[in-house]
Nanobody
Framework: DVQLVESGGASVQAGGSLRLSCEIS????????MAWFRQAPGKARDAVAA??????????EYASHVDGRFTISQDNAKNTMDLQMDGLKPEDTGVYYC?????????????????????WGKGTQVTVS
């Protein structure tokens, strides 16, 4: 079974930093697309960053409002995905979800924020004040 478990959410002051982590199990390490989504209060869930894990290709993509402040990465040895968030702003507040797309189920190995995801974690709360 696929499991995604987030951790690292907290309350921080504006300008501060947080590092979110997602423990991944049940997915291949070379045929998956991983992403972090944010759901702000009263708003739809939106993808803030995505990272490919396709036969050594680790291409990343960011939403414009986090580009330059957030960094998405994967640690294949630990089988985790992280989101380093620096220069946090109050508008970054929300529940952050780890999501995954199992590329073995698709004809093309494409990974970006627009791709529908197959699996979701339960989320971790980030509050910036």
């Amino acid at each position: 079974d696929v499991q995604l478990v987030e951790s690292g959410g907290a309350s921080v002051q504006a300008g501060g930093s947080l590092r979110l982590s997602c423990e991944i199990s049940g997915l291949p390490r070379d045929k998956r697309c991983m992403a972090w989504f944010r759901q702000a209060p009263g708003k739809a869930r939106d993808a803030v960053a995505a990272v490919a894990s396709i036969a050594g290709d680790g291409k990343t993509e960011y939403a414009s409002h986090v580009d330059g402040r957030f960094t998405i990465s994967q640690d294949n040895a630990k089988n985790t995905m992280d989101l380093q968030m620096d220069g946090l702003k109050p508008e970054d507040t929300g529940v952050y979800y780890c999501a995954a797309r199992d590329l073995r189920s698709y004809n093309t190995y494409v990974c970006d924020r627009a791709r529908p995801m197959d699996y979701w974690g339960k989320g971790t709360q980030v509050t910036v004040s």
